[in-house]
């Protein structure tokens, strides 16, 4: 991947899709959800980056869930909310449980609209 963040996230979204869309990944059903969610959290995870950084410098160091809760001072109360709840969902999503079945391919789906949406709205 490149390294500016715009075709980062654009890559990562796109790799979600082909995740979703292409059975020929070499992965099982369950394992291309997982992947697409993870490249997911990843592009959301830049998006908030950049509206951290661009907000106060050196912001983005701190962790996720931090960043999560500093997000509002910095956007709009719905925007911060919505992110929080997606990037929840898709840490859930990431992660496998024995005793979880892991995230349906409409889940999926869904998180990638309201991620491309989120994006979107973050940096502009």
């Not at 701190?62 to 990037?87: E, Q």
């Amino acid at each position: 991947m490149t390294s500016t963040p715009d075709t980062a996230i654009e890559e990562l979204l796109l790799t979600a899709d082909r995740m979703l869309s292409d059975p020929g990944v070499g992965a099982t059903a369950a394992g291309r959800h997982r992947g697409a969610s993870l490249a997911l959290r990843t592009a959301l995870e830049i998006a908030v980056d950049r509206t951290l950084e661009a907000a106060v410098p050196g912001l983005a160091d701190i962790t996720t869930r931090a960043k999560m809760l500093c997000l509002r001072c910095y956007t709009a109360a719905t925007t911060a909310r919505r992110a929080n709840a997606v990037w929840s969902h898709l840490c859930l999503g990431c992660h496998y449980h024995q005793y979880e079945i892991g995230p349906t391919e409409d889940q999926v789906r869904r998180w990638r609209a309201d991620v491309g949406e989120l994006v979107t709205e973050l940096t502009c």
